[in-house]
């Protein structure tokens, strides 16, 4: 469980993401939605995995994660249409991919705290791993 804040809507509601869509369809340069989760031991790896359509071409963050200490300790970012940037602790790596405009992209990014190394799948098809 998380509890949903929504900066659009004022809404506070406490439920199951499974299936949720956010759509934001003024200009999203100031649109945002804030999960607050709450971790009860140290974050020691991740993976995330989103779909997304847009039609921006200027750079914008798909996922951020904030602590106290951070306001993007995780990030997300995709700051031209043939790349993503996944940042964790203020490092980042990039994984160029194809241009596909107009059409969805299925992401999933990992990252493991031992190893520091990154995996990022666009579309289910595997990148290389960085680290």
């Known amino acids: 469980w998380v509890i949903l804040l929504s900066g ?3 809404i ?12 934001f369809r003024r200009d999203p ?14 974050l020691h790896s991740f993976t995330l995995c989103l779909r997304s359509y847009t039609d921006l071409t200027r750079p914008y963050s798909l996922f951020s994660y904030a602590t106290k200490a951070q306001d993007n300790e995780i990030l997300l970012f995709k700051p031209k249409p043939s790349e993503y940037r996944l940042y964790v602790g203020g490092k980042f790596v990039v994984f160029r991919v194809p241009e596909a405009p107009g ?20 579309n289910g098809k595997p990148w290389p791993r960085k680290g």
């Open 8 to 10: 659009l809507s004022g």
């Open 12 to 23: 506070v509601a406490q439920e199951d993401l499974y299936r949720k869509v956010f759509v």
């Open 29 to 42: 340069s100031d649109a945002y939605v804030l999960l607050r989760a709450r971790l009860e031991r140290p």
């Open 103 to 122: 059409d969805w992209e299925h992401v999933c990014a990992s990252w493991e705290s031992a190893t520091g190394i990154a995996e990022f799948w666009l």
